[in-house]
Nanobody
Framework: QVQLVESGGGLVQPGGSLRLSCAAS????????GRWYRQAPGNQRELVAI???????NYADSVKGRFTISRDNSKNTVYLQMNSLKPEDTAVYYC????????WGQGTQVTVSS
């Protein structure tokens, strides 16, 4: 059974930083593409960043230069380092991996506000 557990969200002031973690069980993360999505109230879920099985990364234009996705294979965990946070980054952030079907974590709330 595949499980993804996100952590690391919280309340941060504009310009601050947070690091999200997504720990996987039942699947070897390094074999698949790992993705972070986010969903703000009233908006569709959007892809924020992806780390491919070969280590290549891609980012949404809105977060390029501020967010970094990475993976620790020894911990079977994918991270999202978020710097220079803006109020418009406020959303629930979800981890995703696809193997036959899509697996999602429960989400972690990120709120950027002064």
């Amino acid at each position: 059974q595949v499980q993804l557990v996100e952590s690391g969200g919280g309340l941060v002031q504009p310009g601050g930083s947070l690091r999200l973690s997504c720990a996987a069980s039942g699947i070897i993360f390094s074999f698949y593409d790992g993705r972070w999505y986010r969903q703000a109230p009233g908006n569709q879920r959007e892809l924020v960043a992806i780390i491919r099985s070969n280590g290549n990364t891609n980012y949404a234009d809105s977060v390029k230069g501020r967010f970094t996705i990475s993976r620790d294979n020894s911990k079977n965990t994918v991270y999202l380092q978020m710097n220079s946070l803006k109020p418009e980054d406020t959303a629930v952030y979800y981890c995703n991996v696809e193997h036959v079907i899509a697996y999602w974590g429960q989400g972690t709330q990120v709120t950027v506000s002064s």
